[in-house]
């Protein structure tokens, strides 16, 4: 594509030398910005797609990939026989039922709300964030009644460990001659439980649904049961294969229904914030132009010479387009290589910065994760890597056309 002259000339007209000193600044400005944006743009990019997946893969291990609950807020009391249905599907890897409901935590710490979810205690191998920070033993003990599960949020809050007790206090209770009276009763805590996302260490607990029945006053009965399914992308398939065969009286929805403005909010966000990094590589090819502009200016005589010689303008036009594309294609190189070793260093990074300031850039109660999360997507780096290269492209056609363009006996009149 390019004779070995142009290469020769083009990368010689990359060199600085004293008299072009000031377009070689511009240049590396340039090269710095292309470097910083696209670097930039991949950390952002990663960072959020780690965002995504994180949140996502923690929400759906303990909420399952598809609910069924009552359309009218009413119980589900033949919820046995429903879930032994729903599971007959190919495609439903495991129905648990559970009841969940809020309740008012009490300590002699602390007191504040939370979430009890009763579940089956074959259930907990399906939630696998949750079954994999629990120890043998807890889960094991987790089959007795007036046992319970905390997280360490939830703990260090409470100021409680593994075996003392706490005191839930739930709004709906029995009936008595004096009216409803709220629930309260004591349970031992059977184990703490850790799975990385603030919002369900600090908030949920866990009973068996044995005891979640009677504490709340539904024997036999449930008001929800979760679907775990092979593939969670193809919720929206399953929920209306489903929902063929379910009662007028409930409702079936899927993970997608459920987080429907969370992920349209991260989406909006990691599309906004695409555009606007986007800029600084743009900024950056701007900077190309101007320098590319200053470089021909100052190269007339040589270019005149050049045409003189026998150069023709398609020659010359491939030389500045290459003396362009050089800087960008360097700059996204580097850019890359750059954004790439910081996401897969990035939570040593966050660290060493931290310890560097003595203060907190990644709050757990902020972002709902305790560790920074980065998910690098080739497909992605592809797409930014081609949109620099582009850019840097488009910014050296017109310098480059104007080089070609120059009449050499206008040039050389003066000289």
Not at 314 to 343: A, D, E, N, P, Y
Not at 386 to 396: G, H, T
Request: glycine share 6%; proline share 3%.
């Amino acid at each position: 594509m390019f004779t070995p002259l142009e290469r020769l000339v083009a990368f010689r007209y990359l060199r600085s030398r004293r008299a072009d000193g000031f377009i070689s600044v511009i240049a590396w400005f340039s090269f710095v910005g292309i470097t910083l944006g696209v670097a930039t743009l991949i950390i952002v990019m990663s960072v959020m797609n780690g965002f995504r997946t994180e949140l996502v893969n923690r929400i759906l291990g303990l909420n399952g990939h598809l609910g069924v609950s009552s359309l009218h807020g009413t119980y589900i009391s033949d919820y046995e026989s429903l879930t032994a249905t729903i599971a007959e599907n190919p495609s439903v890897l495991a129905a648990s039922p559970q009841i969940e409901s809020q309740v008012l935590i009490l300590s002699d710490y602390a007191t504040f709300g939370g979430i009890v979810r009763g579940i089956i205690w074959s259930d907990l191998a399906v939630r696998t964030p949750l079954w994999e920070s629990l120890k043998e033993d807890v889960i094991i003990r987790f089959k007795e009644n007036d046992v319970v599960l905390i997280g360490k949020t939830m703990a260090r809050k409470l100021n409680l460990s593994e075996g003392d007790s706490l005191t839930l206090l739930a709004p709906k209770g029995k009936t008595t001659a004096f009216g409803t009276l709220p629930s309260r009763q004591s349970f031992i805590i059977g184990g703490i439980f850790d799975v990385g996302m603030h919002e369900y260490d600090s908030n949920f607990v866990f009973m068996p649904l044995s005891s979640a029945q009677n504490f709340f006053s539904m024997e036999k009965k449930v008001n929800g049961i979760e679907l775990y399914i092979k593939s969670p992308d193809n919720a929206p398939v399953v929920k209306n294969d489903l929902s063929k065969n379910l009662s007028e009286n409930l409702l079936i929805f899927d993970w997608i229904d459920r987080n429907k403005n969370f992920l349209n909010a991260l989406q909006v966000e990691r599309n906004v914030m695409f555009l606007i990094l986007t800029l600084i590589i743009l900024v950056a090819a701007l900077n190309i132009v101007s320098s590319m502009i200053m470089l021909v200016r100052s190269k007339n005589a040589d270019i005149a010479v050049l045409r003189t010689m026998g150069l023709g303008r398609v020659s010359l036009l491939k030389i500045f387009l290459l003396t362009g594309m050089s800087i960008g294609i360097i700059g996204t190189l580097f850019g890359s290589f750059l954004g790439l070793l910081f996401c897969w260093n990035i939570d040593t990074i966050k660290t060493a910065i931290e310890k560097f300031t003595g203060s907190e850039l990644f709050s757990a109660e902020i972002y709902f994760l305790s560790k920074l999360p980065a998910v690098v997507d080739p497909r992605e780096v592809g797409v930014i890597m081609l949109m620099a290269l582009i850019l840097s492209l488009l910014a050296s056609v017109y310098p480059a056309w104007r080089a070609s363009s120059i009449a050499p006996a206008e040039v050389l009149r003066y000289e």
